[in-house]
């Protein structure tokens, strides 16, 4: 009798060992897995990081160039100078042109992202 007991116990403490051992696995496997996201996110995080200090870096000298292009001379015998030109569609085949500067080129320019997000053509 006692030697069946011990060998019922040993069974059972087999089987729990063995459930033991698979929920183990798992919970390695489910950590392995979450540590893959969390190294995806981080790199992720970092290049978001390195691309927020790209913005902050370049943005003075950014501005200056925008500055500089919105208040320079319309006076076409001023060179060098680069035209801001708006192009609007005529028809099928002709389209027109306006020169931008100071307040038009501001306006033009806060426009289009209202345009496109609105779905029309820009």
Not at 34 to 42: L, P, R, W
Not at 80 to 102: F, H, K, Q, Y
């Amino acid at each position: 009798m006692a030697g069946n007991n011990v060998t019922d116990l040993a069974k059972r403490l087999r089987n729990f060992a063995g459930i033991q051992l698979r929920d183990c696995r798992e919970a390695a496997l489910l950590i392995e897995q979450q540590d893959a996201v969390i190294q995806q996110f981080s790199a992720t995080l970092e290049s978001l990081r390195n691309q927020v200090e790209d913005l902050k870096r370049n943005a003075p000298k950014d501005a200056k160039r925008y500055r500089w292009l919105r208040e320079q001379s319309s006076d076409p015998s001023v060179v060098p100078r680069i035209e801001a030109t708006r192009w609007t569609e005529l028809d099928e085949s002709v389209n027109e042109g306006e020169g931008l500067r100071m307040e038009a080129l501001d306006a033009a320019i806060d426009a289009l992202p209202q345009s496109h997000s609105n779905g029309e053509a820009g």
